[in-house]
């Protein structure tokens, strides 16, 4: 069963009222099994997005829903950010440092 870490960012970390949380998943998960659990527990999580649609990295890169999820994956939920520049500083500080550019969250 994977463990997995999920950050929330943003609005995301408003509406859930927290920064970080893990989730043990059953066999084979996919990301749309980790955000159909998420919106479950925080139903607010729809509410956004219905306005816009959240970016999902995995491991420091987008993911897809049908992506499966593995032990110790780290997923991030956020809103859209625009300019290139900003992601890449928003991905520095969500992970801690320059590391995460190079080998992911």
């Not at 920064?19 to 479950?40: H, M, S, Y």
Request: charged share 30%.
């Amino acid at each position: 069963m994977p463990r997995v870490s999920v950050r929330y960012l943003a609005a995301v970390a408003d509406y859930t009222g927290r920064k970080e949380e893990e989730f043990e998943l059953p066999d084979g998960a996919t990301v749309k099994d980790l955000l159909d659990v998420i919106r479950e527990k925080y139903p607010r999580v729809a509410e956004i997005e219905k306005r816009f649609p959240l970016l999902i990295l995995r491991n420091g890169v987008n993911a897809k829903l049908g992506d499966r999820l593995g032990d110790g994956d780290r997923i991030a939920l956020l809103p859209p950010v625009s300019g290139g520049g900003c992601l890449n500083s928003l991905l520095i500080i969500m992970c801690g440092g320059a590391r995460c550019l190079r080998g992911g969250l």
